[in-house]
């Protein structure tokens, strides 16, 4: 079935100790899509400056998302600069240009609409609530937030936590949401805040399932070859939620083996720059992995 | 087949946000021999003060394992005094009072000597090089370190490392010794210089194994009731030995299975204060909660 990401797309700009990439294609939007299209129809809703470069579009077209709902306003592309140290588990922001995505205010056209699996990627929680009053009916709502929205909008982030079926969100984010330092628990608590599943990524660490009073950790792929983690998260949970699109049920067998999808596809992401490894990863290399992971666990 | 621990026997005081206890049994040995005691015949190798609970060594007696080689000394046994806060990934030490335990040369039996499979805990290098030299034609010898080692006595440290067939260490001392943020990478490193095996444990993350050019990230039991973790890496490398000495064969297939012995048998461990959960746990209990954890990595 095909699936639905709301979300941003960038020009980053980053540095880590494996060296540099500038003006380079990023944004949440980005990475969810092309780590989702590997299993599914995508249309990818957002917004972009003039300034955007055609390839990156052509890109996009070339793995069969369907960008329609691809605003082209007037300004600049969002751009994002930032660095990593050390384990590279956390960034540094050094700039933030908003720019056209400062007013963005996603018009999702019928066909966007009437997947059945949506994804919010972090945006403001007002306006993530503003695409799913769009998409009620879906089989499956998925979002995910940031420690900033947790911060400044904590009664927005609760209220739409109380709407969507699933959360995804990074350990910390999780820890200050719920003001729990056991994952386990916090996975809990966040899923009587509303949501059916909750699933929190760990990095290095892997990532918890959290589903009808089961939870479950899987281990993170050893990654030899860490350059970029940038988008990691975003090529996460597009793995999820495409691998989720095209099995077609949702349960909690359906969301672990999701999970462990979406575990495999970040590795193929923090191998390069930007989308410059996943943008030329096959399916058969993701499965190939997949096979590999599935045999690092049979003890 | 039997196996012999060397290292530490202790009272512990604790406070974690679950509670206290004082004057609790604790040390490296205690909870290694009990934990290995599960799966096999396990001597210990210590020293304790006249102080030292004559219902200690009865509860070690009680589990089968041989306390021939635990010596009694003029003095009062070694008491460590310490606090976890937050995720209770890191101890804060209040006090440390080595008592007997500053003057430790371990005397082994032959008995003990004798056997195949030798683990030495956490002690200062050269006395654990003392006792490689007496168990040499072991079948598997593994280490223990920490880094307050790795920090004062770095030259010994990597000696002994030239001579053990594996060891064992936290993620920090992982990192610390080899100076790379990356866990595989610093497990390579790690075989660089000298033992054939190496296990990083990752607390609430679980273990990473390197053997064989194979790396293999095996994630943790999740755990909802966390009390106190004091003992949880000794309990971890003494379930991991422990089956490893029942099976019989070293390989990289026996080891990743005693690694997730260990994982589960540490639980355990953390679901009370000092030994009380470990010192009535079944095997049984054991394969039953193996049996989930196989379960949870089944997708």
Redesign the interface.
Known sequence: MPLTVVGSIALDSVTTPAGKAENALGGSATYFSMASSLFTKVHIVGVVGRDFPQEHVDMLVKRGIDTNDLQVAKGETFRWTGSYD???SVAETHDTQLNVFAEFNPQISEASKANDFQFLANIHPTVQRGVLQQVRHAKLTFMDTMNLWINTEPEEVKALLGEVMGIVLNDMEA?MLTGE?????AGKKILEMGPKMAVIK?G???A?VVMDGQ??????????N?VDPTGAGDSFAGGMMGYLASHGEVNF?SL??GV?HGIVVATFTCEAFSLDRLKVTTLEQVEERLAEY?N??D?
Do not use: I, Q, S, W
């Not at 330092?181 to 628990?185: F, G, I, S, W």
């Not at 939870?215 to 030899?224: E, F, R």
């Open positions: 050390g384990d590279m820890k330092n056991n994952l386990v628990v760990k290095e660490h892997g918890t939870v479950v950790n899987l281990p993170a792929y050893p990654l030899h860490l067998e672990r083996r462990a599935r690092m666990l003890f």
